[in-house]
């Protein structure tokens, strides 16, 4: 704790001396930027931000090239690697402290070679000043003071993407009072403030920014979308995509759990019918509910909530006898706490954590996952129900994972929150859920008569692009769509004409 505290610190020092030294040094050698062309700095592994991806790929197919800027890592969406106009420049990753160093000496060091890495990318490894620089917020601390030092040497314009408020991430570890929340809170309202433009992910988010920090330039809400290729999958894909993850499924408690398979015939899921004259899948009557929640394992997530709700499904189940389905819970993502709480996952369908070898889990099983890029929308588009445990840090921001469910026609039971209902629509494309007997309940109700549940059935419509239209309550689109509605003026008003390409 003293070491992340002791972290914050040396940041908004070595930062504010660094900007103050690069200002006084490059000043008056500002140089005029290079028009469409663009980077995106991510302070992260770019393969794990995907509204960053998604920006850089409309970038790109807007004919501006594109720089994305991050630490490499999960690899990026398969459209991202193949358009035209994008160049990847990554960030070296952080030094391991040296042994036998203390803090004061290591932690600066890993401080100012993060800065200088980022400075090195915006200052020189980009030929020419990209016209606009797109830098997700948080985190805050250093980008938004380097974002705004380069803005001022090299001209370019800073489009600060408001996915969170750092401060308030910070505040779940150190409390809202602590001095360290307060000068984080600072650095980002003070960088912050002034920008080309801003974008949010929420209304709410707009609203609190405008009216608590006095945002200056433009200003508008780009709400999270699914790319274009994020569909229901077919029994096709599903099957295929069983196929690939079987060996994966291979675990002792899964053995008894799951209907036997025949690949690639048959798998848990999906069947090619022996009898048949169409060699196309089907999905299997006798197959398990699949539940999918992606969580980052994070505080802002209690996990908790979910490893009750099982626990009191398996008893419902079992009281039901037969007329409620099995469930596999599959969650992936990857995060700090994914161990801890898979090792109570392991004590409970074992019998050992709760009561001895009679109670062990019998219609429920949770394995965790982390699948390539390809493979998530599949998976999520082959899911029956997703469950969403986000809670927001600063109840301003939305689930990008509800946003990638809904993208491929899953409805959800989301954990109610402040600005929720702004993507959830509690009824309509999901159900809201305030405690973990909630969540049970909701589970139970949605999977009667499953895999022919009505109210299952009713919720999955919402997402039928024919009933949605002239629908006031509950409108989807695509991120492409959105993005072309929303952040193509604001980047190509004061581009000249003879600059544009056709059409434009």
């Known amino acids: 704790m003293l070491a992340d505290q002791m972290d914050t610190l040396l940041k908004v020092f070595v930062v504010t001396a660094l900007v103050v030294i690069i200002w006084r040094t490059f000043r008056g050698t500002r140089t005029t930027p290079s028009l469409r062309s663009a980077a995106v700095l991510v302070l992260g592994d770019v393969g794990r931000s995907p509204r960053m991806m998604y920006h850089a790929e409309s970038l790109a197919e807007n004919g501006f090239e594109t720089f994305v800027i991050g630490n490499r890592g999960s690899k990026p969406v398969p459209s991202l690697m193949s358009i035209p106009h994008v160049h990847f420049l990554y960030l070296p990753n952080a030094p391991k402290p040296i042994p036998g160093i203390p803090f004061v000496v ?60 750092g401060y308030s991430i910070l505040a779940l570890k150190l409390g809202d009072q602590h001095f360290l929340v307060k000068i984080a809170k600072w650095f980002e309202s003070y960088f912050g403030r002034v920008a080309y433009a801003h974008l949010f992910v929420t209304n709410a988010m707009h609203d609190y920014l405008v009216r608590e920090w006095s945002l200056k330039g433009q200003k508008a809400v780009l709400h999270d979308r699914p790319p274009s290729h994020f ?87 079992r009281e039901a006898r037969g007329a409620l389905p099995k469930v596999l819970m599959v969650v992936t993502g ?16 074992s019998g050992k954590g709760s009561g001895g070898d009679e109670s062990a889990w019998e219609w429920v099983r949770c394995v965790s996952m982390w699948l390539e890029p390809e493979d998530y929308p599949v998976l999520l588009g082959s899911a029956d129900l997703g469950i969403s445990l986000h809670s927001s840090s600063s109840a301003l921001d939305l689930p990008m994972k509800v946003v990638d469910m809904f993208g491929c026609g899953l409805p959800v039971c989301a954990l109610n929150f402040a600005c929720l209902d702004e993507l959830v629509k509690d009824g309509v494309n999901g159900l809201v859920f305030d405690n973990a007997e909630q969540l049970a309940n909701q589970m139970q109700y949605l999977l009667q008569s499953f895999p022919r549940s009505s109210t299952l059935a009713g ?35 004061d581009v000249s004409a003879d600059m544009m390409g056709p059409g434009e």
């Open 334 to 349: 990857k995060g700090p706490e994914r161990e801890k709480y898979m090792w109570e996952v392991e004590k409970l369908q």
């Open 106 to 165: 290591n932690g600066p060091w890993k401080v100012l070679r993060q800065v200088v890495s980022i400075l090195n990318v915006l200052l020189f490894r980009i030929p020419r000043p990209p016209e606009f620089i797109v830098v997700q917020n948080p985190p805050s601390i250093p980008t938004l003071a380097l974002v705004w030092i380069v803005s001022l040497i090299r001209g370019s314009k800073v489009i600060i993407d408001w996915h969170n408020l």
């Open 231 to 317: 569909h229901r999958a077919s029994p096709s894909e599903m099957h295929e995509l069983s196929m690939r993850l079987e060996p994966t499924l291979t675990m002792k408690s899964l053995q008894s759990f799951l209907p036997n398979s025949d690949p690639p015939h048959s798998t848990a899921f999906t069947q090619i019918p022996p009898s048949s004259t169409d060699p196309n899948p089907t999905q299997r009557s006798d197959r398990p509910a699949l539940l999918v929640s992606s969580t980052s394992w994070t505080p802002d997530e209690d996990f908790s909530i979910l490893l009750e709700a099982l626990q009191l499904y398996e008893v419902k189940a």
């Open 459 to 493: 919720l999955s419509a919402a997402f039928n692009t024919e009933t949605q239209s002239g629908t006031a309550e509950w409108q989807w689109g695509t991120w492409q769509q959105n993005w072309n509605l929303v952040m193509r003026p604001l980047l190509l008003s």
